[in-house]
């Protein structure tokens, strides 16, 4: 079974920093895409950003792109998002999303229970 924990959400002011953290335990954590998505209130689950298995490839949505960073140590199964100069707009549930991989293709995909980022203007 394949269990991903976020951490790292809180209330922030804009301007602000937060980092949060997703672990991933269950399966090989570095045979996995990772990425993180958010959702605001009546809004839909959006893309965030991603990070390959290597952490040498990485990809940003244009409204957080300069502002946040992704990344992950693969001896911790674990991965960041760095949130720096945060804005009221980015009040959202953020979630952390895995897929797996073998030779062949996908082979599953899992979510977090998400963590609540407010940043309060």
Avoid at 52 to 67: E, I, L
Avoid at 87 to 110: I, L, Q, S, W
Wanted: hydrophobic share 30%; proline share 2%; net charge positive.
């Amino acid at each position: 079974q394949v269990h991903l924990v976020e951490s790292g959400g809180g209330l922030v002011q804009a301007g602000g920093s937060l980092r949060l953290s997703c672990v991933v335990s269950g399966r090989t954590f570095s045979s996995n895409t990772m990425r993180w998505f958010r959702q605001a209130p009546g809004k839909e689950r959006e893309f965030v950003a991603t990070i390959n298995w290597s952490g040498g490839s990485t990809s940003y949505a244009d409204s957080v792109k300069g502002r946040f960073t992704i990344s992950r140590d693969n001896t911790k199964n674990t991965v960041y998002l760095q949130m720096n100069s945060l804005k009221p707009e980015d009040t959202a549930v953020y979630y952390c999303h895995a897929r797996f991989y073998n030779n062949y293709g996908p082979t599953g995909d899992y979510w977090g229970q998400g963590t609540q980022v407010t940043v309060s203007s």
